[in-house]
């Protein structure tokens, strides 16, 4: 982990997703969640060990009429052609995409989208191609800053509620937590608006406490 003052970086051992294989999809109790599921979510990681096992849920999720999501995860998923052109073929099939204000800025640059605004970039990758007609949902959670998305052809923002410098710990895992958040509001059929504000509660706390931990109570719930 690299640490400069509270904010803290994974060095990761990107050649650590090698250890999975897309056999692992057809383990009966994997194959049984899938065949359950309405909800699906990968990081873009995933790519890089191939497209195949995530086109295969992108796909069975598509047959079933469930939600598809996918985070960005790193600027290089999308700057290295070999990557890029994975993702490639998995975004018509995801309805949900998540991505910092950096990965959205590089998203912008490889798609010639010729724009620096959030809000407009937002919009341009909700508009690429889809499979299904279901509108596609993006959004860049951009630290401080209002959340930004853009379902369709609608756009807006939600305010991040203030979290006090001395407060903060440790910022791994803050776009994590805000997924995990969005993604237990939105199964629970929120709006796309309240889920978000679940989203940046579940990162607020977390980059307060040290590590995977989290107060007895919380203060929001869904």
């Known amino acids: 982990m690299c640490i400069v003052g509270k904010e803290r970086s994974l060095i990761a051992n990107l050649g650590a997703s090698a250890a999975l294989t897309v056999n692992h999809l057809d383990a009966p109790h994997v194959a049984t969640a899938l065949n359950n599921a309405k909800l699906f979510y990968f990081t873009g990681f995933t790519l890089t060990l191939s497209e ?37 073929k998995v975004w018509p099939y995801c309805d949900i995409i998540f991505c910092n204000h950096e990965e959205a800025e590089v998203l912008a640059t490889t798609k ?10 937002a919009l341009k990758a909700a508009a690429l191609p889809k499979v299904s007609s279901k509108p596609r949902l993006v959004i860049f959670t951009c630290g401080a800053e209002p959340t930004i998305y853009a379902h369709g052809t609608v756009s807006g923002h939600v305010a991040v509620p203030p979290v006090d410098k001395s407060k903060i710990i440790d910022t791994n895992g803050a776009g994590d937590s805000f997924v995990g958040g969005f993604l237990a509001s939105f199964a ?31 203060s929001y719930t869904i």
Do not use: W
């Open 112 to 121: 010639n989208f010729g724009t620096k605004n959030l809000t407009e970039i």
């Open 52 to 88: 195949e096992h995530v086109l295969k849920a992108a796909k069975r999720s598509l047959d079933h009429d469930g939600t598809f999501t996918m985070n960005l995860s790193a600027p290089f998923l999308m700057q290295v052609p070999f990557f890029a052109a994975r993702f490639d």
């Open 188 to 218: 629970k059929g929120h709006s796309v608006e309240d889920s978000i504000r679940a989203g940046n509660y579940a990162a607020g706390v977390v980059i307060c406490h040290d590590g995977c931990s989290f107060p007895l109570t919380p």
